[in-house]
Every structure is written in C-alpha cells, then in structure tokens.
C-alpha cells in the first residue's frame, strides 16, 4: 500500500507560479500528475518513469516540470507561467506497472490538491 498526500495548490493569476508536492510512503514504478475539471475528464499532466525519463501532455509541455526525490519521497510539479484552462483539482498517483494516460490504470491515489488560476 502507497500512501499519497499532495500539498500546495491554491489560487493565482494568470502568468503565475505554483509548486505542487507528493509525500509518498514508497515509490512504486511511475509517479503522475493527473487534473480534473469540473465536468471534464480526468488527464495526464506529467509522467516520471523509476527511471527518471519525463513526459508531459502537449498542454502544458515547456511549462509544467515533474520532478522526484527518491530519498525524501517526494514527489513535485512546478507549474508556471499558467492560465485559466489549467483550473483543476490535481492529483498524485502511483502505478507498479504502468506509466501512462488511462488514470484507471493506477493503483494509489491522493486526495487532491485545488488549483485556480484567474485572468
């Protein structure tokens, strides 16, 4: 059992900065950052392999940064320069296995943290 707990949303103007953190009881193989709208989806926002290896969904490549600390099993997503679309609540996940967009493919969850960026 992986236990998730993110930390450091809350509300920024557009063009802003927030930093993101995932207090992990353990590292499995993928950590991900996925968001939710209001009535939309659930997405992938940025992926980290147990090899370091990152990806990022097309919308906020350039932008958003993923990052981990295996030591202190930590897990963060720097986000800057953001806008409106990206209001949503953002989740830490964990997968044994898989390393990928179908978020029900993923075995641990956090609760959620709330981001909201105003124009």
């Known amino acids: 059992q992986v236990r998730l707990v993110e930390s450091g949303g809350g509300s920024v103007q557009a063009g802003g900065s927030l930093r993101l953190s995932c207090a992990a009881s353990?590292?499995?193989?993928?950590m991900a950052w996925f968001r939710q709208a209001p009535e939309k989806e659930r997405e992938g926002v940025a992926f980290?392999?147990?090899?370091?290896?990152?990806r990022y969904a097309d919308s906020v490549k350039g932008r958003f940064t993923i990052s981990k600390d295996n030591a202190k099993n930590t897990l963060w997503l720097q986000m800057n320069s953001l806008k409106p679309e990206d209001t949503a609540m953002y989740y830490c996940?964990?997968?044994?296995?898989?390393?990928?967009?179908?978020?029900?493919?993923?075995?641990?969850w956090g609760q959620g943290t709330q981001v909201t960026v105003s124009s």
């Open positions: 996940a964990t997968s044994h296995w898989y390393c990928g967009n179908a978020h029900s493919l993923y075995n641990y």
């Open positions: 353990g590292y499995t193989h993928c």
């Open positions: 980290i392999g147990s090899d370091g290896r990152t």
